[in-house]
Protein backbone atom coordinates (compact mmCIF):
# COMPACT_ATOMS: atom_id res chain seq x y z
CA UNK A 1 0.00 0.00 0.00
CA UNK A 2 1.14 3.86 -0.67
CA UNK A 3 0.22 6.79 1.49
CA UNK A 4 -0.37 10.30 0.21
CA UNK A 5 -0.27 13.04 1.73
CA UNK A 6 -1.58 16.16 -0.71
CA UNK A 7 -1.21 19.94 0.29
CA UNK A 8 -1.51 23.05 -1.73
CA UNK A 9 -5.63 23.77 -1.71
CA UNK A 10 -7.34 26.47 -0.92
CA UNK A 11 -8.96 29.57 -2.20
CA UNK A 12 -8.13 31.65 -5.55
CA UNK A 13 -10.18 34.17 -8.09
CA UNK A 14 -10.66 33.03 -11.32
CA UNK A 15 -7.59 33.39 -13.38
CA UNK A 16 -5.29 32.63 -10.69
CA UNK A 17 -2.77 29.71 -10.26
CA UNK A 18 -1.99 27.03 -7.44
CA UNK A 19 -0.29 24.27 -7.14
CA UNK A 20 -0.76 21.20 -5.41
CA UNK A 21 1.25 18.48 -4.25
CA UNK A 22 1.35 14.85 -3.05
CA UNK A 23 3.98 13.05 -1.05
CA UNK A 24 4.24 9.46 -1.19
CA UNK A 25 5.35 7.04 0.96
CA UNK A 26 5.27 2.72 1.64
CA UNK A 27 5.35 0.33 -1.35
CA UNK A 28 6.62 3.10 -3.69
CA UNK A 29 7.82 0.16 -6.48
CA UNK A 30 4.51 -1.31 -6.68
CA UNK A 31 2.87 1.63 -8.74
CA UNK A 32 4.10 3.06 -11.96
CA UNK A 33 0.76 5.90 -12.37
CA UNK A 34 0.59 8.96 -10.83
CA UNK A 35 -2.62 10.91 -11.19
CA UNK A 36 -4.74 13.60 -10.14
CA UNK A 37 -9.23 13.54 -9.90
CA UNK A 38 -11.33 16.17 -8.83
CA UNK A 39 -14.87 15.35 -7.45
CA UNK A 40 -17.61 18.66 -7.55
CA UNK A 41 -20.48 17.91 -5.33
CA UNK A 42 -23.11 15.71 -6.67
CA UNK A 43 -20.71 14.12 -9.66
CA UNK A 44 -18.52 11.30 -9.83
CA UNK A 45 -15.02 11.77 -9.41
CA UNK A 46 -13.01 12.56 -12.38
CA UNK A 47 -9.13 11.70 -13.89
CA UNK A 48 -7.91 14.92 -14.79
CA UNK A 49 -4.19 14.31 -15.66
CA UNK A 50 -1.81 11.46 -15.18
CA UNK A 51 1.56 10.33 -15.57
CA UNK A 52 3.81 7.50 -15.96
CA UNK A 53 7.18 5.96 -15.19
CA UNK A 54 7.70 6.28 -18.95
CA UNK A 55 6.87 9.78 -19.41
CA UNK A 56 3.33 8.96 -20.90
CA UNK A 57 0.70 11.87 -19.79
CA UNK A 58 -2.71 11.86 -19.74
CA UNK A 59 -5.30 15.40 -19.79
CA UNK A 60 -9.10 15.60 -19.51
CA UNK A 61 -9.96 18.09 -22.54
CA UNK A 62 -10.96 20.36 -19.89
CA UNK A 63 -8.10 21.66 -18.58
CA UNK A 64 -5.54 20.87 -21.33
CA UNK A 65 -3.27 23.99 -21.81
CA UNK A 66 -3.94 25.25 -18.16
CA UNK A 67 -2.88 21.96 -15.64
CA UNK A 68 0.21 20.41 -16.25
CA UNK A 69 1.54 17.75 -13.89
CA UNK A 70 4.86 16.63 -12.85
CA UNK A 71 6.83 14.13 -10.81
CA UNK A 72 9.93 14.16 -8.83
CA UNK A 73 11.36 10.99 -8.56
CA UNK A 74 13.92 12.16 -6.08
CA UNK A 75 11.24 13.00 -2.91
CA UNK A 76 8.36 10.82 -4.60
CA UNK A 77 5.89 13.35 -5.19
CA UNK A 78 3.84 14.43 -8.14
CA UNK A 79 2.50 17.89 -8.37
CA UNK A 80 -0.26 19.75 -10.17
CA UNK A 81 0.30 23.08 -11.49
CA UNK A 82 -2.97 24.31 -12.73
CA UNK A 83 -3.22 28.01 -14.39
CA UNK A 84 -6.09 30.19 -15.52
CA UNK A 85 -8.21 28.76 -12.62
CA UNK A 86 -12.19 28.83 -13.80
CA UNK A 87 -14.79 28.25 -10.59
CA UNK A 88 -15.91 25.40 -12.27
CA UNK A 89 -12.63 23.94 -11.71
CA UNK A 90 -13.96 24.26 -7.79
CA UNK A 91 -13.60 20.55 -6.39
CA UNK A 92 -12.24 18.21 -3.76
CA UNK A 93 -8.94 17.36 -5.96
CA UNK A 94 -7.43 13.44 -4.91
CA UNK A 95 -4.03 12.28 -5.33
CA UNK A 96 -4.07 8.69 -5.70
CA UNK A 97 -1.51 6.18 -7.89
CA UNK A 98 -1.74 2.45 -9.15
CA UNK A 99 -0.10 0.10 -11.44
CA UNK A 100 -1.74 0.40 -15.16
CA UNK A 101 -1.90 2.90 -17.51
CA UNK A 102 -2.74 6.56 -17.82
CA UNK A 103 -6.14 5.63 -20.08
CA UNK A 104 -9.26 6.56 -17.95
CA UNK A 105 -11.30 2.80 -17.34
CA UNK A 106 -8.30 1.08 -17.89
CA UNK A 107 -7.22 -2.18 -15.40
CA UNK A 108 -5.52 -0.98 -12.36
CA UNK A 109 -4.20 -2.51 -9.78
CA UNK A 110 -2.50 -1.50 -5.97
CA UNK A 111 -4.40 1.76 -6.28
CA UNK A 112 -3.85 4.31 -3.67
CA UNK A 113 -5.56 7.57 -2.64
CA UNK A 114 -5.15 10.78 -0.93
CA UNK A 115 -7.53 12.23 1.48
CA UNK A 116 -7.91 15.26 -0.61
CA UNK A 117 -7.73 19.05 -0.62
CA UNK A 118 -10.20 21.70 -1.61
CA UNK A 119 -9.93 23.77 -3.88
CA UNK A 120 -12.88 26.51 -4.59
CA UNK A 121 -12.23 29.22 -7.30
CA UNK A 122 -14.34 32.04 -7.07
CA UNK A 123 -15.37 34.63 -10.23
Known amino acids: QVQLVESGGGLVQAGGSLRLSCAAS????????WGWYIQAPGKQRELVAA???????YYVDSVKGRFTISRDSGKIAVYLQMNSLKPEDTAVYYC?????????????????WGQGTQITVSS
Open 26 to 33: GSISSINV
Open 96 to 112: STWRGTVVPGSARWYVS
Open 51 to 57: TDSGGNT
